[in-house]
């Protein structure tokens, strides 16, 4: 039976980026490169799926998980030595071999399916996949004969003047004869300008041989793009992120300028839903329905319902349930959960606490580790004091409690439900239902002591 596999080369380091982090796992629209490759690859059918790993082995096999198999490169020895050890996982596959860099993230599966389809009726036992770049700088070069039939790859480092003129590149994805690819790379060597074992040399050997090698040129050069430093990841995440937004506007959701609207490839949001200007939407966020996410606000890993307003606030690791609201300039902490229905105003800082339906908490508040109920009015300025300095405390405020302005509620602290503390008050002592405390210093008037003071207003 011909069988499909996908062969992932994920070994180099990457040291044009000139970064600790290893190349494939840098991120473009908050994934990792190499995972926006793999995604693709998973969408199209193969049998088995091989990524080479060898510079941060530990750190891309964490980051793709057990989606692929792995073959390991011990020294990196250019890419044809990368694809040489797949041999053992692959050597007895008859079928065909897909080949793709793991510094390539904008691939998508269709070009793969036409790859394919093009190799498949050419009866080719490699098809190259080429396009042309308007900078071929940096690139493997296509070297056609007269009329027109492939030659050979040659890398930007061993072209000739007259070949670096040629703007038909190697995107590095190439679909093979499986059985053909490694007995061919067994006759590559590195007798070349970067002393390594080339993949792009099997095409000469395969022509060499009789071999029929057909190169398939896809429209789009952008989709090819290669990424091998900060410039190209930056084009790159450009390219992405205008896919993204354009998908989530056929979708159904508007973004009111998508030039500057920046959302990570796993997030999701409900059709009606309204986004303005310098919103950065990151991770898992998910987003729902008839929302609306005011200019300038950044939401991390959270999720929000149907009916949610944010205006220019950030949000990490929170959830906000349905018609609830927060903002401007406030701030979810990891493990807010904002209920139904609550309004969260002005300058409003929330940190590992649950706030129930209806409740608010409209100005300059800081609600830390805190159980908040149903339909609780929370003053202006109120502090949940929840550091003694040593250790976090909890306080739990009850349905329909009120906590006038200026407070302080002193952790652990429980306010029951129905009860009311009064404007100013610092709270030590458990409240019960019902109950009123007023915790703050009498005020004493003393009669005409204005005269007394050096002051004499402001003329
Ligand atoms: C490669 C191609 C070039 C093509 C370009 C497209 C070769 C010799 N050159 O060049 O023709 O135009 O991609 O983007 O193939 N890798 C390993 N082990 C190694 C070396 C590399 O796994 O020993 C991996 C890298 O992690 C990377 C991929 O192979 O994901 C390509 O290597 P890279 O160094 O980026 O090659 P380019 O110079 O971009
Ligand atoms: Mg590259």
Avoid: W
Avoid at 61 to 87: F, I, N, P, S
Avoid at 333 to 358: D, M, Q
């Amino acid at each position: 039976m011909n069988t499909r596999n996908t062969i992932i080369l994920a070994a180099g380091k990457g040291t044009r980026m000139k970064s600790k982090l290893y190349k494939v796992l840098h991120q473009v629209c908050g994934k990792a490169m190499v995972d926006h490759v793999l995604t693709q690859v998973e969408k199209t059918q193969m049998d088995q799926i091989v990524t080479v790993v060898g510079y941060g082995a530990d750190d891309v096999k964490a980051t793709l998980g057990d989606r692929t198999a792995y073959a390991l490169q011990a020294k990196q020895m250019g890419t044809g030595h990368a694809v040489l050890q797949a041999e053992p996982l692959l050597k007895d596959e008859v079928g065909t071999t897909l080949i793709v860099s793991g510094d390539t993230p904008l691939f998508t599966a269709q070009t793969f399916e036409d790859l394919f389809a093009y190799h498949e009726a050419k009866h080719a036992a490699a098809t190259i996949l080429t396009s042309v770049a308007p900078d071929p700088t940096g690139y493997g070069r296509i070297v056609r004969n007269n009329i027109g039939i492939v030659e050979k790859i040659v890398e930007q480092k061993d072209a000739s003047s007259e070949e670096q003129e040629i703007h038909e590149i190697n995107t590095g994805v190439y679909v093979f004869d499986n059985q053909k690819l490694f007995a061919a790379l067994h006759q590559t060597s590195n007798d070349n300008a970067q002393g390594e074992y080339y993949l792009t040399d099997v095409i000469e050997i395969l022509k060499q041989q009789g071999d029929i090698v057909a190169a398939y040129q896809m429209a789009d050069f952008d989709e090819s793009m290669g990424v091998n430093d900060r410039v190209a990841l930056a084009n790159a995440t450009k390219i992405m992120r205008n896919r993204i937004n354009r998908q989530h506007m056929r979708d159904g959701v508007t973004l009111i300028d998508p030039d500057t609207t920046y959302i990570d490839a796993g997030v999701k949001i409900g059709s009606d839903t309204i986004i303005e200007g310098g919103v950065v939407l990151k991770g898992s966020t998910v987003i729902g329905e008839d929302c609306y996410i005011g200019a300038h606000s950044e939401i991390r890993n959270s999720t929000l319902a149907d009916h949610v307003t944010v205006t220019s606030s950030l949000l990490e690791e929170s959830t906000m349930a349905s018609g609830s609201d927060i903002g401007p300039n406030s701030h979810l902490r990891p493990e807010s959960h904002i209920g139904p229905k609550v309004h969260l105003g002005n300058f409003v800082e929330v940190k590992k606490a649950t706030i129930g339906e209806g409740t608010k908490v409209g100005h300059l508040t800081y609600v830390g580790n805190a159980k908040l109920g149903k339909h609780i009015n929370i003053g202006c300025g109120v502090i949940f004091v929840n550091y003694d300095g040593l250790h976090k405390h909890e306080t739990v405020v009850g349905d329909d409690a009120f906590i006038g302005s200026n407070s302080n509620l002193i952790a652990p602290l429980n306010v029951a439900d129905h009860s009311f503390v009064a404007a100013g008050s610092t709270i030590t002592d458990d409240l019960k239902q019902y109950d009123m405390a007023i915790a703050r210093q009498r005020q004493t008037n003393k009669p005409n002591y204005y005269q007394k003071l050096p002051y004499r207003g402001e003329d």
